[in-house]
C-alpha cells in the first residue's frame, strides 16, 4: 500500500502543470450560417461555411460549426446573418468559448456554370475588432486553359475557393483566449429628469450582458447607494432626490460575487429645480392710451422666458372684469413665440367692448409653476355718433354732433352736406375731438348729410346722405301753458 | 519574307489584343479642403437597380478591401447595423446632422463612407456595372472625395477569353481594387 505523503502531492501538482501548459493554446472559431445573396437578400447557406469548417479542422483550428451555432441563435433571436454585433459576438464567444467569429456572404453561386464567390471576415469578441477579411471568387468559365482542355466542376471551383480564402490566415488563429463579461446599456429609463427637492424618483435599466447577470446592481448618486431589484430584464429602484437645486449624475454599479469584479457606468444626469420659470409678458400692436394697453383688431402677447429652461405646459387665458375665464388655451411643450388674441371667446365670437385680463401660466418639468397677467382694453365698436339740427327763427340750422359713451377718445370726424340733386352744400373736417356747433343756411328743398366719426384706435362710425331731420327752436315767452282739461261725468251715459 | 512575317505578326497582335485597349480609371473628384481620415464609418450603400443584392454585394466586397487595407481603420459592420437600427435609420435615407454626429460620437470616427450602385447590367455574358463612393466628414457632412467607376466584365479581357471577367462578384473586387489603388495613389488614407 503506498502512502499519500508530501512526495505524492508533488508528483500531483507536477503532473497537473503538465497536462495544464502542453494544452495548445489554439483558437476556437465559432462560424456562423452565411448570408446567401444568390438566393436573395434573406438567403442563407450552411454548405459553403461547413465546408470552410472542415477546411479549417484539417490545418487544426477548432470550430463550431454553423449548424451547431443554431440553438444559440435561436435562443439569442438573431434574425440577421452576415453581420453580427458587439453583445452578440461576446455571447457567442462565452457560449462556446471561443475567441474568434467567423461570419460571411456567399456573393455568387452557380452550380450548372460553376462560380462561387465569397466574403468572410474574422471577428475577435475581445475588443470587437475585424482582424481578418478576405474575398474569393472563381468560376469555370474564367479557368478554363486553352483549347477548354481542363473544364472545372462546382467541386473543385469550391475547393479552389476555399483554399484562396484560408490562404493567408492571421497569427491570431493560432492563439486562445477567455474573456470577462462584458456590459452594455440597451435602453434607460429615468423619470422625472427634472424634478422638486425631496420628490419622488424612479430609474429603470436594461442591460445587454455577455454571461452571468450580476447579483448586486446600485444606482449611485449625489452621494448615496440606492439597491436596485430585478423586474423581468430590467433593474428598477426609487429614491428621493436631494433637497439642494443642481444637476447630479446617475451611475450604475453591477457587483459579481463570483469573481472579484465590479463595474461602474454612468448613465445619465437629473435636475433638481425649486423654483418656478421666470417669465414675463409684452404686449405688442396695441396702443397705449391713458395708461392702458388698447387694440381693436388684434394684439400680440409675446412671452419672455428670462431664464432659459424646458416648459412642460403653459395655459393662456383671457378673463373678463368679472373675473370669469372667456378664452383658454392649453398646451404641452415649450412656448409659443407669442399668442395672437383678436378680441374672441373660446368659440370664436367676438367679446365686447371693455377692459380684460390677460393670464399665463407656465409651468416647467420639474411641477413648478409660474403665472403672469396684464390688463389690456378692448375696443371694436364704433362710436355711436348722431346729427341734431335745431331751426331758428331766422330760418337757420344751428347743428350738433351728439357723441354717445365710448371708451376711447375721438380722433377726427367728417361731415357733408348735400342738397337733393347732389349738390355738396358744407364740408366740414376736424381732427380735434371738439365739436363746435356749426350754424348753416336752410335753402329750399331738403338737405342729406354724411357723418364720419373715428376713434383713436380706428374705430370708425358712418352715417352715408342721410335725409337732416330739423327741430323748430321756440322762444320760452312763446311757449303756452299746459291746460288741464277737467274730467267731467257724461250725463247721458 | 521576313517584313511580311512582321507584318502579319503585327496585325496579329492588334487583333487579339483588341479587347484589352480601353483602360478606363474611376473619376475621383477631390474636394478642395479635403484632408485624410483614418477612422471611418462605411454604412450600407444604397441600390439604384434592379437587382436587390447588388448593393449589399459590392458593400461587403468594398468593407473587406478596407479592412484589408491598411490606410483606414474600418468600424466593424455590426456596430453599423446596431446603431441604425437603434435610431431606425433605414438604408439609403439621409443621415440627419444629428444623428450624423451622435455616430460620430459614438463611433469615434472621422469620416461616413457612402456608396450608390446606379447601373448593373447582365446581357449575355458582359456585366456592366457603375457606382458612386462618397467620403464625407462625419462631424460637418461635407464631401471630401466621390469616387465614380463603371466597368464592363469585356474590358478585363486580355487576348482570347483570358482576363475576361465571368462573375458579379469578380468584376465588383477588381473594380473596388481599382477605386483603393486611385486612393492609394492620392495617399488619402490617413492611417499609415
Not at chain 1, 14 to 28: D, E, N, Q, V
Not at chain 1, 369 to 378: A, Q, Y
Amino acid at each position: 500500500m503506498l502512502s499519500k505523503g508530501p512526495g505524492f502531492s508533488f508528483f500531483i501538482l507536477i503532473i497537473g502543470l503538465f497536462f495544464l501548459f502542453s494544452a495548445p493554446l489554439r483558437a476556437r472559431i465559432v462560424i456562423f450560417p452565411f448570408e446567401d445573396l444568390s438566393k436573395g437578400v434573406n438567403g442563407v447557406n450552411f454548405e459553403v461555411p461547413s465546408k470552410i469548417a472542415r477546411a479549417l479542422k484539417e490545418r487544426g483550428v477548432e470550430v463550431v460549426t454553423p449548424k451547431e451555432v443554431l440553438p444559440f441563435l435561436a435562443q439569442n433571436r438573431i434574425r440577421w446573418i452576415g453581420w453580427v454585433d458587439r453583445i452578440t459576438a461576446i455571447k457567442a464567444s462565452r457560449a462556446y468559448e471561443a475567441n474568434l467569429i467567423m461570419v460571411g456572404t456567399v456573393t455568387e453561386l452557380k452550380k450548372d456554370d460553376p462560380a462561387l464567390g465569397v466574403t468572410v471576415r474574422l471577428i475577435r469578441p475581445k475588443d470587437y475588432r475585424v482582424i481578418w477579411a478576405r474575398t474569393a471568387v472563381y468560376s469555370g468559365k474564367e479557368e478554363v486553359s486553352v483549347l477548354a482542355l481542363n473544364q472545372l466542376d462546382f467541386a473543385a471551383i469550391e475547393k479552389q475557393t476555399v483554399t484562396a480564402l484560408l490562404k493567408a490566415l492571421p497569427a491570431e488563429v493560432q492563439k486562445g483566449g477567455y474573456e470577462p463579461p462584458v456590459v452594455e446599456i440597451a435602453d434607460i429609463f429615468l423619470k422625472p429628469r427634472r424634478v422638486k427637492g425631496k420628490h419622488t424618483l424612479e430609474c429603470a435599466v436594461r442591460l445587454d450582458i455577455s454571461g452571468p447577470y450580476p447579483d448586486e446592481v446600485f444606482f449611485v448618486t449625489a452621494g448615496q447607494k440606492i439597491p436596485a431589484h430585478r423586474k423581468n430584464s430590467m433593474f428598477v429602484a426609487r429614491w428621493l432626490a436631494p433637497a439642494e437645486e443642481g444637476r447630479y449624475p446617475i451611475s450604475l454599479l453591477l457587483k459579481w460575487s463570483a469573481y472579484p469584479l465590479q463595474k461602474k457606468i454612468f448613465l445619465s444626469t437629473y435636475f433638481v429645480d425649486n423654483q418656478p420659470p421666470n417669465i414675463g409678458l409684452r404686449l405688442v400692436q396695441g396702443q397705449e392710451i391713458n395708461g392702458e394697453i388698447a387694440f381693436n383688431r388684434y394684439i400680440y402677447v409675446v412671452p419672455i422666458l428670462y431664464k432659459s429652461e424646458p416648459i412642460a405646459r403653459w395655459t393662456f387665458e383671457v378673463l373678463n372684469k368679472n373675473k370669469q375665464v372667456v378664452l383658454k388655451e392649453e398646451q404641452p411643450g415649450a412656448l409659443p413665440s407669442k399668442f395672437v388674441w383678436r378680441g374672441t371667446n373660446t368659440g370664436g365670437h367676438f367679446l365686447p367692448s371693455g377692459k380684460y385680463f390677460i393670464r399665463l401660466k407656465v409651468w416647467d418639468l420639474a411641477g413648478n409653476v409660474t403665472e403672469k397677467g396684464k390688463e389690456v382694453l378692448f375696443v371694436r365698436q364704433p362710436p355711436l355718433a348722431s346729427l341734431i339740427a335745431q331751426k331758428d327763427d331766422q330760418n337757420k340750422l344751428h347743428i350738433k354732433i351728439k357723441i354717445g359713451k365710448h371708451l376711447l377718445p375721438i380722433e377726427s370726424w367728417r361731415l357733408e352736406f348735400w342738397d337733393a340733386a347732389g349738390n355738396l352744400l358744407a364740408e366740414y373736417t376736424s381732427t380735434s375731438p371738439d365739436f363746435k356747433g356749426i350754424t348753416l343756411s336752410q335753402k329750399k328743398g331738403p338737405i342729406y348729410y354724411t357723418l364720419e366719426v373715428r376713434d383713436i384706435l380706428g374705430n370708425r362710425s358712418f352715417i352715408r346722405y342721410q335725409p337732416l331731420r330739423t327741430i323748430v327752436m321756440q322762444a320760452s315767452s312763446e311757449a303756452k301753458p299746459v291746460v288741464k282739461k277737467e274730467s267731467k261725468w257724461v250725463e247721458d251715459f | 519574307m521576313g517584313r511580311r512575317f512582321l507584318k502579319f505578326t503585327l496585325v496579329l497582335i492588334l487583333f487579339l489584343t483588341y479587347g484589352c485597349a480601353s483602360s478606363r480609371l474611376p473619376r475621383l473628384d477631390l474636394a478642395p479642403h479635403y484632408f485624410r481620415p483614418c477612422r471611418i464609418v462605411l454604412i450600407p450603400f444604397k441600390n439604384e437597380t434592379n437587382d436587390p443584392a447588388i448593393s449589399r454585394l459590392l458593400y461587403r466586397v468594398f468593407m473587406n478591401a478596407l479592412i484589408e487595407d491598411p490606410s483606414f481603420q474600418v468600424i466593424p459592420e455590426g456596430q453599423v447595423r446596431h446603431f441604425m437600427i437603434m435610431e431606425r435609420l433605414l438604408i439609403g435615407k439621409n443621415i440627419s446632422p444629428s444623428l450624423r454626429k451622435l455616430l460620430a460620437q459614438r463611433m469615434k470616427a472621422q469620416a461616413l463612407v457612402s456608396g450608390r450602385v446606379l447601373k448593373l447590367e447582365k446581357k449575355n455574358d458582359n456585366i456592366k456595372l457603375a457606382f458612386i463612393i462618397e467620403v464625407r466628414d462625419i462631424k460637418t457632412g461635407k464631401l471630401l472625395w466621390s469616387t465614380y467607376h463603371a466597368r464592363t466584365a469585356e474590358e478585363y479581357r486580355k487576348i482570347l477569353h483570358f482576363g475576361r471577367v465571368y462573375t458579379i462578384t469578380g468584376l465588383v473586387e477588381r473594380m473596388v481594387q481599382e477605386v483603393l489603388d486611385q486612393w492609394h495613389a492620392k495617399h488619402l488614407g490617413g492611417c499609415s
